[in-house]
T-cell receptor, first 114, second 113 residues
Framework: NAGVTQTPKFQVLKTGQSMTLQCAQDMNHEYMSWYRQDPGMGLRLIHYSVGAGITDQGEVPNGYNVSRSTTEDFPLRLLSAAPSQTSVYFC?????????????FGQGTRLTVV | GQQVMQIPQYQHVQEGEDFTTYCNSSTTLSNIQWYKQRPGGHPVFLIQLVKSGEVKKQKRLTFQFGEAKKNSSLHITATQTTDVGTYFCAGKNSGGSNYKLTFGKGTLLTVNP
C-alpha cells in the first residue's frame, strides 16, 4: 500500500517554464489537496478537490491549476513559474466521512525557480 | 476566512523538560487535528479531537480541546531528542466545508541532549 505518491521529489525550473507536479493515492480517498510550505508560513492550501471532477481554490491559488479526472490522481500545474513559487509542495488525501479524517501526506516536492 | 494561530513559533528545551504548544482559532471548530513533521519530512497525523473539553493522551503527549472548541494545546512531558520537529495544529471549520483543514504555522521544537 503506497499511500500518497508525489513526483518529482526535487525540481529546478527557470522563470516562465511550466510543469506538472504529480500526486496519486491508492486509498480511494475522495478528498485531496495541495499545500505549499514556506519557512515561517506553515502549510497553506493551494487547491483542493472533494471528488473526481470537482475542484476548488484554497488560500493561495494564483499561478496554479488543478484537475481531478480520477479519484486517484490530482496533478498540480504551474502555468508560468516565478521565483515566488519556490517552495516545498505537499499533496494530501483524506477520507471524507464521519470519524477520523486524518490527512495522509506525500513525501513532498522541493521546487526551486531561478 | 478562518484563521488558526499557533504559539510559540519556536521552542528550545533541554532534554527532560516539558513542552507545550497552543493553538487558537478565529472560529468554532468541528474538530482539530495535530501533526508532527520531522526535519526534511512530511507532516504525519498524531491525533484528532472532536468533543468540547476533550483530553487525549499518547504516552508522554497530552492533547486538549477547549470547551468552546476554539483552542487546543499539545503538551509533551519530559521531552526526548526523538521529539524534535515541527508540531502543527489543523482545524476544520464547523460552519463550512467538511473537508478543508486550516493549519497553524507550527511550533518548531528543538531538544538539547
Amino acid at each position: 500500500n503506497a499511500g500518497v505518491t508525489q513526483t518529482p521529489k526535487f525540481q529546478v525550473l527557470k522563470t516562465g517554464q511550466s510543469m506538472t507536479l504529480q500526486c496519486a493515492q491508492d486509498m480511494n480517498h475522495e478528498y485531496m489537496s495541495w499545500y505549499r510550505q514556506d519557512p515561517g508560513m506553515g502549510l497553506r492550501l493551494i487547491h483542493y478537490s472533494v471528488g473526481a471532477g470537482i475542484t476548488d481554490q484554497g488560500e493561495v491559488p494564483n499561478g496554479y491549476n488543478v484537475s481531478r479526472s480520477t479519484t486517484e490522481d490530482f496533478p498540480l500545474r504551474l502555468l508560468s513559474a516565478a521565483p515566488s513559487q519556490t517552495s516545498v509542495y505537499f499533496c494530501a488525501s483524506s477520507y471524507s466521512g464521519q470519524g477520523i479524517t486524518e490527512a495522509f501526506f506525500g513525501q513532498g516536492t522541493r521546487l526551486t525557480v531561478v | 476566512g478562518q484563521q488558526v494561530m499557533q504559539i510559540p513559533q519556536y521552542q528550545h528545551v533541554q532534554e527532560g523538560e516539558d513542552f507545550t504548544t497552543y493553538c487558537n482559532s478565529s472560529t468554532t471548530l468541528s474538530n482539530i487535528q495535530w501533526y508532527k513533521q520531522r526535519p526534511g519530512g512530511h507532516p504525519v497525523f498524531l491525533i484528532q479531537l472532536v468533543k468540547s473539553g476533550e483530553v487525549k493522551k499518547q504516552k508522554r503527549l497530552t492533547f486538549q480541546f477547549g470547551e468552546a472548541k476554539k483552542n487546543s494545546s499539545l503538551h509533551i512531558t519530559a521531552t526526548q531528542t526523538t521529539d524534535v520537529g515541527t508540531y502543527f495544529c489543523a482545524g476544520k471549520n464547523s460552519g463550512g466545508s467538511n473537508y478543508k483543514l486550516t493549519f497553524g504555522k507550527g511550533t518548531l521544537l528543538t531538544v538539547n541532549p
